[in-house]
């Protein structure tokens, strides 16, 4: 694969595992047995009846005809946020999950931001009936309370990051610093394709479910499997990979990787990571993140909890860097005006997350016949206080 990672972990310039000497032991494990067990015939064959049986995939592709009206293309919603438990991230713990019960570890740590994937990890551990601690920023706890509970009453134990910003780069470092302490029995499930190798290219992996049903669902629908665009919102990245990975190859297909400018990328409260940021090492790996002139991180902002982090993951920084991706932005004002008009075109209520990608229709301009792909990466219930004070409903 041409765009796919190298022998070494990289991606381009990116990628690489950037660990502390004490990780090394539990990154190299993952490092030398994740592709044996991801090929493995009885690994894959656990992972589709679980993403059929309890995910509920595959999920459907949406052609949404008042959306396909108002933007003049054939406009079609990957509809993840209808999988159990309300997005894209399951996906990626099932996948995980069954890989720490292959690598025998007893123990289950994550790290989580709007507390999506603390819930799908919670979610795969009370399936498997293995214990879970995850690190959410205290922050984060209080603005995404209702998944705080969801958490504890799926028996999981989550911990408060206290340090730095109290964000997702803290609980992170958390989570990190878990691991170190445990790397016998612990296996740590990070929940985009962000951190050391080979973790962005098995989240990828375990994401690429999105793009391989897609271009299946799109040949049924159009008779053709490509599309002309792609798009997706991006955090760390890991709907978009999901959504952009079968379709790498194809280069007539425009990708488009949508960010979060927060209040805008001169407001000094962005998360606009390609836009505003340069090349450095993040959370194990080589990639592109905001950081000052010395080299410190730079807080990021969005109204939506699952798109304010500083960086991007590698294969995105390369995607961006050799222009396969382009990576555009969308503020808050515009993303929630998306989510509303979403909800009252399609009756869809979208992640704020989802609603950044939505929003960059506004910015484009269409064929008549042209078919144009959205990940819909989750849905808009755990955002309702935020869509509510927004618009005084
Ligand atoms: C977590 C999340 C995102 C952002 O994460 P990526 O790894 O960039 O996909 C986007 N949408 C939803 C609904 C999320 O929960």
């Given at each position: 694969m041409k765009y796919g990672?190298?022998?070494?972990?990289?991606?381009?310039d990116?990628?690489?595992?950037?660990?502390?000497?004490?990780?090394?032991p539990n990154v190299e494990e993952l490092r030398q047995q994740y592709t044996q067990i991801l090929n493995d015939p009885g690994f894959k064959a656990e992972f589709e009846q679980l993403l059929r049986d309890y995910v509920g995939r595959p999920s459907?592709?949406?052609?949404?005809?008042?959306?396909?009206e108002k933007y003049g293309a054939n406009i079609f919603f990957k509809r993840e946020d209808l999988n159990h438990t309300g997005s894209h991230k399951i996906?990626?713990?099932v996948g995980q999950?069954?890989?720490a019960r292959r690598l025998g570890k007893k123990r289950i740590i994550a790290e989580t931001g709007a507390g999506q994937h603390g819930v799908a990890t919670a979610t795969v551990c009370a399936l498997m009936g293995i214990e879970c601690v995850?690190?959410?920023?205290?922050?984060?706890?209080?603005?995404?309370?209702p998944n705080v509970s969801r958490m504890k009453m799926l028996g999981a134990k989550v911990v408060p990051a206290t340090s730095g910003s109290k964000t997702l780069k803290d609980a992170t470092n958390e989570a990190m610093r878990d691991w170190i302490n445990n790397p016998v029995d612990t296996h740590y499930i990070i929940g985009s394709v962000v951190g050391p190798y080979p973790y962005p290219e098995m989240v990828a992996q375990f994401q690429s479910i999105i793009s391989l049903e897609t271009k299946k669902q799109l040949l049924e629908h159009t008779g053709n499997e490509l599309p002309q665009y792609v798009m997706a919102c991006v955090g760390g990245g890991s709907n978009a990979m999901g959504m952009f990975y079968h379709f790498l190859d194809n280069e007539s297909v425009k990708l488009i990787a949508v960010e979060a400018a927060g209040q805008g990328v001169e407001s000094g409260h962005s998360a606009a990571t390609t836009f505003l940021g340069r090349e450095g090492v993040l959370h194990g790996s080589r990639t592109i993140l905001m950081q000052t002139d010395d080299g410190q991180v730079v807080e990021p902002y969005s109204i939506s909890?699952?798109?304010?982090?500083p960086g991007i993951g590698p294969q995105h920084a390369h995607l961006y860097?050799?222009?396969?991706?382009?990576y555009v932005n969308i503020t808050d004002d515009e993303a929630l005006q998306a989510g509303l008009l979403c909800s009252q075109l399609e009756g869809i209520i979208p992640a704020i997350e989802t609603a950044h990608a939505l929003a960059y229709l506004e910015k484009m301009t269409f064929k008549m016949d042209d078919n144009v792909v959205i990940c819909i990466s989750g849905r808009g219930d755990k955002d309702l206080n935020t869509y509510i004070k927004y618009f005084n409903f």
């Open positions: 990672v190298n022998e070494h972990g990289y991606y381009g990116f990628g690489g595992a950037y660990i502390p000497e004490m990780l090394y459907p592709l949406y052609p949404a005809k008042r959306y396909s996906n990626n713990a999950i069954l890989l995850v690190y959410m920023g205290e922050v984060d706890m209080e603005r995404q309370a909890a699952g798109l304010d982090y860097k050799v222009q396969r991706a382009k």
